[in-house]
């Protein structure tokens, strides 16, 4: 079928939309064409498109960015101010933590602007405009410049993207960067300009007993009682243009940011967010549902289980500890427990069967179709022979590369040799630099090695017992041959001996490097057969990877077009989009419904002094008690902590704004709940639930709890 015809037809059509109002992560770019402004308008919204995107000039997109690496933020503020999620600023937070200032645990008010903490590293950007270069891609894989699968990968878009970042903007504007991806897993291309500002300054975090109240026992669950938020700014040179850090920068005087209602929530309240949704799979079919299950989810369960409960151990003995692996144990636990509630609700929600209804109705539509016939039956295949594959990878990735930090890089140690045989001094000098930079990567504040080689005394045993012998590295091998399977002598020697392994080892080798020391140097042995095994099993991968990708661009464009005159939104690949909802209810099982919102009584009933995670700060106990909300209460005296909403997000929404019909900020997102965690593959109108948090509890900790009224008045805030 002519794609181009398919993509008219698809994104035109579609007047008679009967689809889950709820459900979709939508393109802004598209809203006009999909017409969801009208659905959005027949839920509540009393804005217009032009309010929410537009290409030419200031709209709502604007106030909205990616915070960090993975995460969304919010403008608050005329001066630049963005609200997030703790847990988005956590990896800062710790960044800027120590046993001395410990704002882990003590939280962060910033008093005046001075007071607020540069963040090396920190990042926002803002999406400055979206191009569809569809066409472009289209004409390159017709005239044969490339082919249609190299057309979808990163390497060729990158490549693009700069091309034509340097046709728009010779000149080379501060800031900004462009980047080009595919959608509709290929049949639809856009290259995103965005505006990125390097120097962000820490403001505002309560302490992780706020932010992170509940802690792993409450995460991914309902009902919440977590403070998830955290403060930032973006300066910028006096011009307003993006600079690295100078004390000379200023806040950033924004063209757009979100006033503020503390009006309350009601059910059935119209609820939109934007934001940076990470990934989703919506489009699977059933066997690679299964292969998400069995090779990557269950590979996260057990190696992280063993990972997360050595860190657990050494964290609770020292403060020093817990501060350096905080932000890592965060990282590693989140998708921890998303995998197991992800396998749980799979099974629960019957979504295999779901995926298989899906396919059988495709396969009706499929005939007569050549380009569609068959395709889902050659998916099949192909999983079925990439799967042991897929498993093995994952499973040495999340051991070896995710849980053990130590290692020595073979390509550094080579270049070594080289120099040593050859003689280059040069060459020799210039590897010695990179060793020194590979040594002091690994012993940076947040590694201790104490941990480090626990964790590898755990790992090593575990990954023996979920792979086969001929799927291990062959440092096993010399395991079972030289240390007779005695796990705990290899891993002290692999520390204790290698070049790597301390201080005084380094400097020796440094001060005489030879191409003997290289060779037995067991660090080196390691990283070595480690990096051969997963380039194995990853070539093994690739040699299907074009035919699958080829396979899923055909069955996304068939579903597309078998839905039709109903729109279909592209799967979440970390770009803007808008999902738009209700504030409501839910019922999980029979004889369980669970109201909307909490209040700060969860809080008490849930305290537990013994307990790290539901620890309670005495003067929040105290205005608890006192009811001493101020404003932010609701009419009846009580006070607001999180709300649900029907919206649907996923990983990469953390910390985007909940925004009422009116465009005022109502809340952030932090959270989807238990229940519907394989809502990433197939999402459930019934079970489908967003966690925020409410915007008046955010207030009431950073005034009463903070003391940051300034912050609050530089707000635009509306009773």
């Known amino acids: 079928m002519n794609v181009k015809k398919y993509l008219v037809a698809a994104f035109?059509?579609?007047t008679a939309w009967s689809a889950q109002a709820d459900?979709?992560?939508?393109?802004?770019?598209?809203?006009?064409?999909?017409?969801?402004?009208?659905?959005?308008?027949?839920?509540?919204?009393?804005?217009?498109?032009?309010?929410?995107?537009?290409?030419?000039?200031?709209?709502?997109?604007?106030?909205?960015?990616?915070?960090?690496?993975?995460?969304?933020?919010e403008i608050i503020s005329p001066e630049g101010l963005i609200l997030t999620n703790h847990h988005c600023g956590y990896a800062s937070i710790q960044q800027h933590s120590s046993v001395e200032h410990d704002y882990l645990t003590d939280g962060f008010w910033a008093m005046s602007r001075a007071e607020e903490l540069p963040t090396p590293g920190l990042k926002f950007r803002f999406v400055h405009r979206i191009v569809d270069i569809t066409d472009l891609v289209n004409s390159k894989v017709k005239s044969g410049e490339v082919d249609e699968y190299t057309a979808?990968?990163?390497?060729?878009?990158?490549?693009?993207?700069?091309?034509?970042?340097?046709?728009?903007?010779?000149?080379?504007?501060?800031?900004?960067?462009?980047?080009a991806l595919p959608f509709y897993a290929g049949n639809k291309y856009y290259l995103i300009y965005y505006k990125v500002y390097s120097d962000v300054r820490m403001v505002a975090a309560p302490p992780s007993s706020v932010g992170k109240f509940g802690g792993e026992t409450d995460n991914w669950m309902w009902p919440r009682h977590t403070g998830d938020f955290s403060i930032f700014r973006i300066y910028a040179d006096k011009n307003g243009e993006p600079a690295e850090y100078s004390a000379d920068n200023v806040p950033l005087k924004t063209p757009k940011f979100l006033p503020i209602s503390i009006k309350g929530l009601d059910e059935g309240d119209y609820a939109m967010i934007m934001g940076f949704p990470g990934s989703t799979e919506r489009y699977l079919t059933q066997s690679e549902v299964r292969q998400r299950m069995t090779a990557v989810n269950q590979a996260m369960i057990d190696m992280r289980t063993v990972y997360l409960d050595v860190l657990k151990k050494y964290m609770a003995q020292s403060d020093k500890t817990r501060i350096q692996y905080a932000n890592k144990f965060a990282g590693s636990s989140n998708y921890w427990k998303n995998s197991i509630g992800m396998n749980k609700a799979i099974v629960d929600n019957d979504v295999l069967n779901t995926k298989a209804g899906q396919e059988k109705k495709f396969a009706t539509f499929a005939q007569g179709k050549p380009e569609y016939e068959g395709v889902v039956e050659k998916i099949d295949a192909l999983v079925d022979a990439m799967t042991p594959s897929l498993r093995q990878l994952e499973y040495l990735g999340e051991g070896l590369s995710r849980a053990i930090e130590f290692g020595c890089p073979p390509a550094v140690m080579d270049k070594i040799k080289e120099a040593l045989e050859s003689k280059n001094d040069s060459l020799l000098n210039a590897a010695k630099e990179q060793l020194t930079e590979v040594f002091q990567d690994i012993y940076n504040k947040d590694y201790d090695p104490q941990v480090d080689r626990a964790v590898a005394k755990a790992i090593l045993p575990a990954l023996a017992k979920a792979l086969k012998p001929e799927e291990l590295p062959a440092f096993y091998q010399t395991i079972q041959k030289e240390y007779k399977g005695d796990y705990s002598a290899y891993v002290d020697d692999l520390f204790d001996t290698s070049i790597l392994g301390s201080q005084?080892?380094?400097?020796?080798?440094?001060?005489?490097?030879?191409?003997?020391?290289?060779?037995?140097?067991?660090?080196?042995?390691?990283?070595?057969?480690?990096?051969?095994?997963?380039?194995?099993?990853?070539?093994?991968?690739?040699?299907?990877?074009?035919?699958?990708?080829?396979?899923?661009?055909?069955?996304?464009?068939?579903?597309?077009?078998?839905k039709l005159p109903v729109p279909s939104y592209p799967d979440a690949n970390f770009t803007i989009r808008l999902t738009y909802g209700n504030v409501k209810s839910y019922s999980p099982k029979d004889g369980v419904r669970y109201k909307y919102f909490t209040t700060t009584d969860g809080i008490l009933e849930k305290e537990d002094p013994t307990n790290p995670e539901f620890v309670v700060p005495a003067k929040l106990k105290e205005l608890i008690q006192k009811k001493d909300f101020g404003r932010y209460a609701m009419a009846d005296g009580t006070m607001p902590v999180c709300f649900l909403t029907t919206n649907d997000i996923t990983g990469g929404n953390s910390g985007s704004p909940v925004i009422d019909g009116e465009g005022r900020l109502i809340g952030t997102a932090f959270d989807g709940n238990w229940e519907s965690l394989s809502g990433d593959i197939n999402f459930d109108s019934n079970l489908q639930r967003c966690i925020a948090l409410d915007i008046r509890y955010m207030l009431f900790i950073l005034d009463k709890l903070g003391g940051c009224k300034h912050l609050i008045d530089e707000m635009t805030i509306i009773e």
């Open 504 to 562: 005084e080892n380094f400097d020796k080798f440094m001060k005489k490097p030879t191409v003997k020391a290289i060779d037995k140097d067991m660090a080196t042995a390691y990283s070595r057969t480690k990096l051969a095994k997963m380039q194995e099993a990853a070539a093994k991968l690739n040699e299907h990877a074009d035919e699958l990708s080829l396979l899923h661009k055909a069955y996304i464009r068939g579903l597309s077009e078998m």
């Open 23 to 73: 459900e979709g992560m939508w393109l802004l770019q598209l809203m006009k064409q999909q017409n969801s402004i009208d659905m959005m308008k027949k839920q509540g919204l009393k804005l217009e498109a032009d309010d929410l995107y537009t290409p030419n000039g200031v709209s709502l997109k604007d106030a909205v960015g990616i915070f960090g690496g993975g995460c969304t933020g």
């Open 152 to 179: 979808m990968t990163s390497p060729f878009l990158r490549n693009l993207a700069q091309e034509e970042l340097a046709k728009s903007d010779p000149n080379g504007k501060p800031g900004i960067v462009a980047q």
């Open 12 to 14: 035109a059509a579609l």
